[in-house]
């Protein structure tokens, strides 16, 4: 019964170097999340995938790519990481329509 | 697009004592509201939502929130607090055809012996 699952729970980036952050839930949802948290600043949506085949952006999309490898699994990237993206970061999955958020443990990225 | 503030960052409450978390939203539309509970190093989980009907809504671990509309707010209660109810406590909303979640910044609650 692990609901949703990330990886790596923990990252140390440079500078400029690329990584992608894993996710994926074994609850059938349609609908999956990214969100960073950083203090003071709640949780604001990075990407979001409606269903299979579709991605949006959110709130803070710039910086980061999505793909929705499946209806299980997706993934963020970040293709030259930067201070500012230290943060930690959380997937979260959703039935079809539903605003019912389960969510992962997190990532905690830090780019030095 | 809908937005939430939540009033208070930080809340100091002795073990036993009633607490009271402030919320408040706006939004043009009709909404769903809710409240997430994030314990010390974990993800978020949910406490309790507003759907629709009963404008006060009872969650897990004793906690209840009250929708008011005329005053758009959403305030989180507990009568009596217990040392494990430290975290960080999420108001958060979504509204019309828009099932996203808008988040507050969050109110610490420390809960002391």
């Known amino acids: 019964n692990a609901g949703v699952t990330q990886t790596p729970k923990f990252q140390v980036l440079k500078t400029g170097q690329s990584m992608t952050l894993q996710c994926a839930q074994d609850?059938?949802?349609?609908?999956m999340y990214w969100y960073r948290q950083d203090p003071g600043m709640g949780l604001r949506l990075i990407y979001y995938?409606?269903?299979?085949?579709?991605?949006d952006k959110g709130e803070v999309p710039n910086g980061y790519n999505v793909s929705r490898l499946n209806k299980r699994e997706f993934s963020l990237r970040l293709e030259s990481a930067a201070p500012s993206q230290t943060s930690v970061y959380f997937c979260?999955?959703?039935?079809?329509?539903?605003?019912?958020?389960?969510f992962g443990a997190g990532s905690r990225l830090t780019v030095l | 697009a809908q937005s939430v503030t939540q009033l208070d960052s930080q809340v100091p409450v002795f073990e036993e004592a009633p607490v009271e978390l402030r919320c408040n939203y706006s939004?043009?539309?009709?909404?769903?509201l809710f409240w997430y509970v994030q314990y010390p190093n974990q993800g978020l989980q949910l406490l309790l939502k507003?759907?629709?009907?009963?404008?006060l809504v009872k969650g897990i671990n004793g906690f209840e929130a009250e929708f008011n509309k005329s005053q758009t707010s959403f305030h989180l209660r507990k009568p009596s607090v217990h040392i494990s109810d430290t975290a960080e406590y999420f108001c958060?909303?979504?509204?019309?055809?828009?099932?996203?979640?808008?988040f507050g910044a969050g109110t610490t609650v420390t809960v002391r012996a």
């Open positions: 979260a999955s959703s039935p079809r329509g539903a605003n019912v958020l389960t």
């Open positions: 609850m059938n949802h349609n609908s």
């Open positions: 995938s409606a269903s299979e085949g579709t991605t």
């Open positions: 939004s043009s539309v009709s909404v769903y």
């Open positions: 507003y759907l629709s009907g009963s404008t």
């Open positions: 958060a909303v979504s509204g019309g055809n828009d099932y996203k979640l808008s």
